[in-house]
Each structure stands twice: as structure tokens, then as C-alpha cells.
């Protein structure tokens, strides 16, 4: 075995991947000592950097295995190689390994994190709704408990003071419900972006059309990340686009959820917000974590005057 792989040695400099493979697996077979493992874990790293895939490894063995092979003269030659390559592989894949692990994790606790931020949310929204309602209730009655003993031209000031009290009362339980709607948890994530769209619409005076025959509930993190998303959206295109019109539309086809909000306003480079950090205020990562940590992904396709469209997909057989 030892004469067959020296036949096929290869430079250790060499630059090209395959080579230093090759050299590598043929130290490990010739010597198979930690070192000429080490080699091969070292090799994996560096592929991973250099965004080589799976596929392009696996390659790389079969055609270094094979080479290698076609130098063995006996069975045992063979067998061992193959048991031998097998290991060296694996040591060569397991820094893709590690970060798979690492994404999983990462990806578990961004799903956390949002789960505890949604609760966070639903707090302050049943707060602002409930413990503000009671308190301008009692606002209400102090004032009409005071109105009667006041002249009439001050009572008429008091009734003013409650129309715009109720003016806050509806604002406020506005507000609360876009924070997070009981719609959501109750109907599901269609019924809420119909309710979102609604309000947004009336308080923007932006007319937002939604399109969709879908119905099925969603598992609860996605139903929430979707919703958050074209929550984000809207509040954009409300702030930034000066958009005319909005357009909501959701289909499922070939396993796949395909959301997507457009609008005609006027747009944006990518290349340029990608460029200047400080504009990601714009929320585009908050969108794009949301949407990693159920599974799913936000393209984004934009341009100066030709308004913007936000495509969410989602494999459905993820959730």
C-alpha cells in the first residue's frame, strides 16, 4: 500500500484543493496517525470557509479514493482504504458539522428570544388596553362628579374634555390591538393581517388590498413572524415609501407559503442599504431574523421610483 501512495503523491504546498486532499488521505492511509487526521479536519475547516459544499467534498473523495485505489494491488489494499477513507472523511466533514450544530442552537435561541419578546408584547398591549381603560374610566367619572357643581358654561368645557378623552380610549385600544391583536391567537394570521391592513389603511389614508383564499392555522411562532413581518412592512411603507396603494397577497403552491406586500411608491437601492449600515433601521434584519428562526426567508426586490415588493416563502413541511 505504502508503494501505491507514494506513486500518487502530490505536493503538500499545492494550492489546488484536490491535491492537498489527496496528499492528506494518502498520509492518513500510509501512516494513519492523529497528525494526518488533524490534516484532514484543517482541510474541512478551510473549505468551509472558502464556501465549498458537501457535494464538492464528496467529489473530491471519490475521485482521490478511486485514484488510489487504482494503485492497490490486493483485496486487503482496498478494504483498508475504504474503511480508512471512510474515517478520514468524516474528520474532513466534521467542521460542517459543528456548524450545523451552531446554527441550530443559534437559530433555537432566536426562536426563544422572540417567543419571550411576543410575551413581552402581549403584556404591554393587554396593559395599555386594560390598566389605560380603567384609569380613563375613573378620569370620567371624577369629571362628571365634578361637573355638577360647576356653572354650565364649564360643564360644556367638561363634556369637550370627554370627547377627547374617548378620542384617546379609541386610540389606545387602536394601538393596542395593531401591538398584538387577540385576532391572532384567536382567528390566525389571515384574519390579523385583514384586521392590520384595515387599520392601517384608515389611519394613513392608504388604501392596502389583501388577497388571499388561505385559512388554515399556522403553528403560533410562524403565524406570529409572519404577521410581524407585514406588520414592519406596513410601517414602512407608511413612513418611507409614499406609496399610493398596497397590495397583500398569500398563496400556497408546490409545499410552499409565498406572502408577499407591494407597494408603488418610490423605492430604494439594496445595494445601497446594504452598504450603509445605520439605515437597517429600516428593520430589514429584524424581518429577515424573524423569519430564519421558523424556517423561512425575505427577498427583497426594490429600485428608485418602481415602488417595492417583499416576497416571505415558507416550506410548509417545516412546520
Given at each position: 500500500?505504502?508503494?501505491?501512495?507514494?506513486?500518487?503523491v502530490?505536493?503538500p504546498?499545492?494550492?489546488?484543493?484536490r491535491?492537498?486532499?489527496?496528499?492528506a488521505?494518502?498520509?492518513y492511509?500510509?501512516?494513519?496517525?492523529?497528525?494526518?487526521?488533524?490534516?484532514?479536519?484543517?482541510?474541512?475547516?478551510?473549505?468551509?470557509?472558502?464556501?465549498?459544499?458537501?457535494?464538492d467534498?464528496?467529489?473530491?473523495?471519490?475521485?482521490?479514493?478511486?485514484?488510489?485505489?487504482?494503485?492497490?494491488g490486493?483485496?486487503l489494499?482496498?478494504?483498508?482504504?475504504?474503511?480508512?477513507?471512510?474515517h478520514?472523511?468524516?474528520?474532513?466533514?466534521?467542521?460542517?458539522?459543528?456548524?450545523?450544530?451552531?446554527?441550530?442552537?443559534?437559530v433555537s435561541?432566536?426562536?426563544q428570544?422572540?417567543?419571550?419578546?411576543?410575551?413581552?408584547?402581549?403584556?404591554?398591549?393587554?396593559?395599555?388596553?386594560?390598566?389605560?381603560?380603567?384609569?380613563l374610566?375613573?378620569?370620567?367619572?371624577?369629571?362628571?362628579t365634578?361637573?355638577?357643581?360647576?356653572?354650565?358654561a364649564?360643564?360644556?368645557?367638561?363634556?369637550?374634555?370627554?370627547?377627547?378623552?374617548?378620542?384617546?380610549a379609541?386610540?389606545?385600544?387602536?394601538?393596542?390591538?395593531?401591538?398584538?391583536?387577540?385576532?391572532?391567537d384567536?382567528l390566525?394570521?389571515?384574519?390579523?393581517?385583514?384586521?392590520?391592513?384595515q387599520?392601517?389603511?384608515?389611519?394613513?389614508?392608504?388604501?392596502?388590498?389583501?388577497?388571499?383564499?388561505?385559512?388554515?392555522?399556522l403553528?403560533?411562532?410562524?403565524?406570529?413572524?409572519?404577521?410581524?413581518?407585514?406588520?414592519?412592512?406596513?410601517?414602512?411603507?407608511?413612513?418611507?415609501?409614499?406609496?399610493?396603494?398596497?397590495?397583500?397577497?398569500?398563496?400556497?403552491s408546490?409545499?410552499?407559503?409565498?406572502?408577499s406586500?407591494?407597494?408603488?411608491?418610490?423605492?430604494?437601492?439594496?445595494?445601497?442599504?446594504?452598504?450603509?449600515?445605520?439605515?437597517?433601521?429600516?428593520?430589514?434584519?429584524?424581518?429577515?431574523?424573524r423569519l430564519?428562526?421558523?424556517g423561512?426567508?425575505?427577498?427583497?426586490?426594490?429600485?428608485?421610483g418602481k415602488?417595492?415588493?417583499l416576497?416571505?416563502?415558507?416550506?410548509?413541511?417545516?412546520?
Open positions: 500500500m505504502k508503494t501505491a501512495t507514494h506513486q500518487a502530490q505536493n504546498e499545492s494550492s489546488d484543493f491535491g492537498n486532499y489527496l496528499f488521505l494518502q498520509g492511509l500510509s501512516r494513519g496517525d492523529e497528525a494526518a487526521l488533524g490534516r484532514g479536519y484543517e482541510i474541512g475547516r478551510k473549505a468551509l470557509a472558502e464556501g465549498k459544499s458537501l457535494v467534498i464528496s467529489g473530491v473523495h471519490h475521485q482521490a479514493l478511486q485514484e488510489i485505489l487504482s494503485n492497490s490486493t483485496d489494499d482496498s478494504r483498508h482504504a475504504l474503511e480508512a477513507g471512510a478520514f472523511l468524516a474528520e474532513t466533514l466534521s467542521p460542517y458539522e459543528m456548524a450545523h450544530r451552531g446554527f441550530q442552537d443559534a435561541a432566536l426562536r428570544m422572540n417567543e419571550r419578546l411576543e410575551q413581552q408584547i402581549k403584556s404591554i398591549a393587554y396593559s395599555v388596553h386594560d390598566e389605560a381603560g380603567q384609569l374610566a375613573a378620569v370620567h367619572l371624577a369629571l362628571a365634578l361637573s355638577i357643581e360647576l356653572p354650565k364649564q360643564q360644556e368645557q367638561i363634556v369637550q374634555i370627554e370627547e377627547l378623552l374617548n378620542e384617546v379609541h386610540q389606545l385600544r387602536q394601538y393596542s390591538h395593531e401591538l398584538r391583536p387577540t385576532v391572532l384567536d390566525g394570521w389571515v384574519p390579523a393581517i385583514r384586521f392590520l391592513a387599520s392601517v389603511s384608515k389611519r394613513a389614508n392608504l388604501p392596502i388590498h389583501v388577497e388571499t383564499d388561505l385559512s388554515d392555522r403553528p403560533a411562532p410562524t403565524e406570529t413572524a409572519i404577521y410581524r413581518v407585514v406588520q414592519e412592512a406596513l410601517n414602512n411603507i407608511v413612513k418611507h415609501s409614499g406609496a399610493t396603494g398596497v397590495r397583500i397577497t398569500a398563496q400556497l408546490d409545499g410552499m407559503l409565498r406572502c406586500v407591494i407597494d408603488d411608491g418610490v423605492g430604494f437601492s439594496l445595494e445601497s442599504i446594504r452598504a450603509e449600515r445605520q439605515r437597517r433601521g429600516l428593520g430589514l434584519s429584524s424581518m429577515h431574523e430564519n428562526a421558523v423561512g426567508t425575505l427577498d427583497i426586490e426594490s429600485s428608485p415602488g417595492t415588493q416576497l416571505i416563502t415558507l416550506p410548509m413541511e417545516t412546520n
